[in-house]
């Protein structure tokens, strides 16, 4: 077989140029579609009518079928990024012409990418949660809200909302979306997210005491 057949086909890459002449091309498809729709502003998000997975691509709830996939935005905004390069770029496309947008929006393979070393780091100074349970599990996300949600799972929420426990006089578990920034962790349960991760850990604290579920919980 020719050598080059064997060779990995070259990686497509996202590029961006927002109409203030931003250009936005990361390594990583997904980075580009989130800084992106940052820069787009989060003022138009509920204009954007895009889909994905046959749900809405932009969302304030974490679709519990696509949890993994669900990536933070910002302002309690989610994208959808189970999608290859070539589907983001439809995406993109299909928001510039909802908005009336003069972005131009491209995929190719030579484009020059931001240094990513500056977003790594800050990634790093963020707190992170880690929650193990007696069975040697862990629930570790890659950012506190998504460890929180994986532990919420595995306790099960409906035990939460059942014991109708509250976090500073809120309940943690409601059968309807009753407070902002709530996120959806089952049919008729909607989890009360706190802002900090100083507050994420008590809250799993309180959890954990009520329940006696003798978990190791640690910001690192």
């Known amino acids: 077989m020719d050598e080059n057949l064997r060779q990995r086909a070259t990686r497509k890459l996202l590029r961006v140029t927002m109409p203030d002449g931003k250009v936005i091309c990361y390594k990583s498809a997904t980075m580009t579609l989130i800084d992106a729709?940052?820069?787009?502003?989060?003022?138009?998000?509920?204009?954007?009518t895009t889909e994905n997975c046959h749900?809405?691509?932009l969302s304030k709830e974490i679709y519990p079928r696509y949890k993994d996939y669900m990536k933070p935005v910002c302002n309690g905004w989610y994208v959808n990024a189970q999608s290859d390069t070539q589907q983001k770029y439809m995406q993109l496309i299909s928001i510039r012409t909802q908005l009336g947008l003069q972005m131009e929006v491209e995929v190719g393979t030579d484009f020059e990418t931001s240094d990513e070393k500056v977003i790594q780091k800050q990634k790093k100074k963020d707190d992170k949660l880690l929650v193990k349970f007696p069975s040697g599990e862990y629930a570790a996300g890659e950012n506190p809200i998504d460890t929180l949600i994986d532990a919420i799972w595995q306790i099960g929420p409906e035990i939460i909302q059942r014991k109708e426990l509250m976090f500073k006089n809120k309940n943690?578990?409601?059968?309807i979306k009753k407070y902002n920034g709530q996120v959806q962790v089952g049919e008729n349960m909607w989890l009360t997210v706190p802002n900090s991760t100083k507050?994420?850990?008590k809250m799993l604290r309180i959890i954990d005491a009520m329940l006696r579920l003798r978990l190791e919980i640690t910001i690192i």
């Open 199 to 201: 507050d994420k850990y």
């Open 37 to 48: 729709l940052v820069a787009i502003g989060e003022e138009n998000f509920s204009k954007i």
């Open 55 to 57: 749900l809405p691509l």
């Open 172 to 175: 943690i578990i409601t059968p």
